[in-house]
């Protein structure tokens, strides 16, 4: 199943259009890799995702073509969540 469709039917993100978003920018990461919103998810997977301030890791359980909401958190299994400084040392300008 493609990054995108999976992001929307488990509802980590809302839309499919905004999940492409976030993958284009480089903010998800399939085991430990920059993923594409085309690249392949697979049961076992580990996603990191960056919202913001704060990187949620979850390890993918199943995929499903559709599901309803309550059902949508079995999709996967969070394993982490972790908040960032306010400020990222790649945006920090040096020169002076």
């Given amino acids: 199943m493609?990054?995108?469709?999976?992001?929307?039917?488990?509802?980590?993100?809302?839309?499919?259009?905004?999940?492409?978003?976030?993958?284009?920018?480089?903010?998800?990461?399939?085991?430990g890799k920059v993923?594409?919103?085309?690249?392949?998810?697979a049961p076992g997977n580990e996603l990191a995702i960056r919202f913001g301030?704060?990187?949620v890791t979850v390890k993918v359980n199943e995929l499903k073509?559709?599901?309803k909401k309550e059902d949508a958190t079995m999709?996967?299994?969070?394993?982490?969540e972790e908040k960032l400084e306010k400020v990222d040392p790649e945006f920090v300008d040096d020169q002076d």
């Fill in 53 to 55: 301030q704060k990187i």
């Fill in 2 to 31: 493609r990054l995108d469709k999976f992001l929307k039917v488990s509802r980590l993100i809302k839309r499919r259009t905004l999940a492409k978003q976030v993958a284009d920018q480089g903010r998800i990461t399939i085991d």
């Fill in 75 to 80: 999709m996967y299994a969070i394993i982490k």
């Fill in 65 to 67: 073509a559709s599901t």
């Fill in 35 to 41: 993923a594409k919103a085309s690249s392949d998810v």
